[in-house]
Nanobody, 115 residues
Framework: QVQLVESGGGLVQAGDSLRLSCLIS????????MGWFRQAPGKERELIGSTILAVGNVDYADYAKERFTVTSDTAKNTMYLQIDRPEHEETAVYYC????????WGAGTQVTVSS
């Protein structure tokens, strides 16, 4: 099992940038498929991007390709999500998840984008 802890959320001005972190611990963490998701109020949870930590490739949802960047530091067992020029509508809880079917989830970190 993998344990995941997100951090870096908070209040951000629209147009600014922020970086979220996901600290990973547990069994063979570096070989897991990892993903960033978000869930806005009243909406379904949606995938932002996913990566295989041991490989480093990243697949993004179409909407996320311009302003979202997923990176990882295997030495620190941490995955990151950089959000550039966030928009008010992107206020949401941001989650990281692990596993080939995303069996393990963090508790999420709230990002509030002020307009």
């Amino acid at each position: 099992q993998v344990q995941l802890v997100e951090s870096g959320g908070g209040l951000v001005q629209a147009g600014d940038s922020l970086r979220l972190s996901c600290l990973i611990s547990g069994h063979t963490a570096s070989y897991h498929r990892m993903g960033w998701f978000r869930q806005a109020p009243g909406k379904e949870r949606e995938l932002i991007g996913s990566t295989i930590l041991a490989v480093g490739n990243v697949d993004y949802a179409d909407y996320a390709k311009e302003r979202f960047t997923v990176t990882s530091d295997t030495a620190k067992n941490t995955m990151y999500l950089q959000i550039d020029r966030p928009e008010h509508e992107e206020t949401a809880v941001y989650y990281c998840a692990a596993g080939m079917e995303y069996e393990d989830w963090g508790a999420g970190t709230q990002v509030t984008v002020s307009s």
